[in-house]
């Protein structure tokens, strides 16, 4: 464990954690990890000088994600908006119910949209007594700079490959050396494939790639339908790779901006099936050839 962690836990111990703490960095399964273990150490029925004990009531409970005063919001499409927050919002100001503090778990709380952002800075700026937020994001600039602000921010770097691994649980080891060679060695990307499924995923890429190579929009149709989520997915799989395939000299710049714009429009809400059909005209006018 780092100092940083280390003093982090420390204070939560001394219920002298601050009220808002803003985890950037690293893969979103750590940051989920050290979350859950401060929710631990805070509500711990039986705390120990190391830690939480992990074997009362509380830890068990916090573990499996149903303690009633330790909440986890992640997004329910491609941004975190405003009626989520509002939703959060009540929860947050509610009694106790079994727990010593109230802890709120808001993960890639970079994709919150502005109306919502401000709607948490509200709650931000008037916490309830006993009540911790943990902001995780890839991004600490994507964080609105007046809650940025008000935040003690956590640096975590990424896990060691086998820490990564040994975090996903009982996985197909092939599955997830794939994943991770397919994200660009991005662990948050190598997560989320997996928990889709490389099947879908791979067939879905080599189709698209196939009607781009062959410039045949036809063959597009096959693609669909496509919900928000897997389209930023797959999206995001194609710009990893095509990053690759520049550091080799297969690609070049403007197939991965392509790509990256289309992500952008994808995450204002746009339709997906637009926007993939606009990217793949725009990759057929420019002899796109993304890398395999």
Not at 31 to 42: D, M, S, T, W
Not at 100 to 115: F, G, H, M, R, W
Not at 165 to 187: I, P, T, Y
């Amino acid at each position: 464990m780092n100092l940083q962690l280390a003093l982090l836990e420390k204070a939560a111990r001394e219920n002298r954690l601050a009220h808002l703490l803003l985890f950037h960095g690293g893969s979103a399964l750590h940051q989920r990890e050290v979350a859950l273990r401060l929710a631990q150490i805070l509500n711990c029925n039986q705390p120990m000088l190391e830690g939480p004990c992990q074997e009362c009531y509380a830890c068990h409970k916090i573990t499996s994600k149903n303690h009633p005063d330790v909440l986890w919001l992640k997004p329910l499409k491609t941004t975190i908006g405003i009626e989520q927050i509002l939703a959060w919002q009540q929860k947050v100001y509610l009694k106790h119910y079994e727990g010593n503090y109230k802890v709120s778990v808001i993960e890639q709380a970079d994709l919150v949209t502005l109306p919502a952002a401000n709607a948490l800075l509200k709650v931000i700026e008037e916490p309830p007594e006993r009540t911790i937020i943990i902001l995780c994001a890839q991004n600490a600039d994507g964080i609105l700079p007046t809650i940025q602000s008000r935040a003690q921010l956590v640096y975590l770097p990424d896990l060691s490959e086998e820490a990564w691994l040994k975090g996903l649980g009982e996985v197909d080891q092939q599955d997830a050396d794939r994943a991770f060679h397919l994200s660009g060695k991005n662990q948050n990307l190598a997560t989320a494939i997996l928990e889709h499924g490389m099947p879908l995923l791979k067939e879905w890429v080599e189709k698209f790639r196939t009607a781009v190579e062959e410039r045949d929009f036809l063959k597009l149709f096959s693609l669909f339908p496509i919900d928000k989520n897997q389209a930023v997915l797959y999206l995001q799989v194609m710009a990893a790779q095509t990053q690759e395939g520049m550091l080799k000299g297969i690609n070049r710049p403007f197939e991965f901006l392509a790509i990256g714009r289309a992500i952008d429009v994808l995450r204002q809400q746009v339709n997906p099936r637009l926007v993939i059909e606009v990217l793949a005209l725009e990759l057929f006018q420019r002899g796109g050839d993304l890398c395999d």
